[in-house]
């Protein structure tokens, strides 16, 4: 389902396109919006953080450590993004590509972290599955929390601190009006799996359908460094496998991503991480033709390359 919406020049425009649940949690500092969907994505796995930019465009996990459950996420004054988890609180901070928990008293926690203007954080709170939720203020680093609202039979989660929000920045949209959307792959070894050098063979582009089944759209070839160019649909649940020479699957997504109507998109490698930086190379597949394999499904099943 499409969960994410935002208004566009009067009209309503849909941040995601998958087939699950998506709940919007914050508007990042640089424009980005924070949400919470399930791992992997477009499944019915346990919730996870993505990233969007406001013109649906970009979609990524906020980082690709894929903890225990992450949701009720929050971006603080310091920039850190500040959430819940099965364990309790944790943050993501710009000097680490995993999650680090935070040292919060004991208990069961719910809802968003609200930052206050003294720098304290309200948080919903309970001592055990038997007892509702309540508002606790909790200075950080202090051994215990302080009652702010209790309810002796009703939990008191989300709440919301009514202060002035500084603005998001605004990025200007990086998409175009053609019917479909490129996607680069600097090098597929780049990854957080392990692939050895020359196994890769070629990439395979699917569609989920309506039924939720994966349809095959194409497979074109990866080369030597790693590296490939397709053009695919949009706005539609998209999934990447890589094959070897032999065509047997080397790694396929769990999940799947989109792109929008004239996106152009250059990854890292496959499942890298948003952390990760490039080499500083022009891909082979670029240095052959600038032309994308078509993934479209408006032409045969496999395109013979460039």
């Known amino acids: 389902m499409i969960e994410s919406l935002e208004v566009e020049s009067g009209k309503v425009l849909p941040l995601t396109y998958i087939f699950s649940n998506s709940l919007p949690a914050d508007v990042l500092h640089d424009g980005r919006i924070l949400f919470e969907s399930s791992y992997p994505l477009g499944t019915e796995g346990a919730p996870e953080l993505y990233t969007v930019y406001s013109d649906g465009s970009g979609i990524e996990s906020y980082r690709c450590d894929h903890g225990a459950a992450r949701h009720s996420a929050r971006q603080s004054g310091s920039g850190d993004i500040v959430f819940t988890t099965a364990r309790g609180l944790a943050r993501f901070t710009s000097a680490r590509a995993q999650e680090v928990s935070i040292a919060a008293p004991a208990g069961e926690y719910a809802g968003d972290v609200i930052e206050s203007a003294s720098g304290d954080w309200l948080l919903s709170w309970r001592p055990n599955a038997d007892a509702p ?61 392990q692939f050895a050098p020359g196994s890769i063979g070629s990439v395979r582009m699917y569609v989920r359908d309506a039924t939720g089944t994966a349809q095959l759209l194409g497979t074109a070839p990866v080369e030597r460094d790693g590296s490939f160019f397709v053009q695919v649909p949009t706005e539609q649940p998209l999934q990447i496998e890589l094959v070897d020479a032999a065509g047997k699957t080397l790694k396929r997504e769990s999940g799947f991503f989109w792109m929008r109507r004239g996106e152009q998109r250059g990854c890292v490698g496959c499942h890298a991480g948003p952390e990760t930086a490039p080499e500083n190379a022009v891909p082979m597949t670029l240095l052959k033709s600038t032309t994308p394999a078509d993934m479209t499904g408006a032409s045969v099943q496999s395109a013979g390359g460039h």
């Open 133 to 193: 939720f309540r508002l606790m203020r909790w200075t950080l680093r202090a051994r215990q929390l302080e009652p702010v609202i209790a309810e002796a039979n009703a939990s008191i989660i989300q709440s919301t601190l009514l202060v002035q929000r500084v603005i998001p920045n605004r990025h200007p949209s990086g998409l175009h009006d053609w019917a479909n959307a490129n996607l680069l792959c600097l090098n597929a070894y780049t990854s957080k799996y």
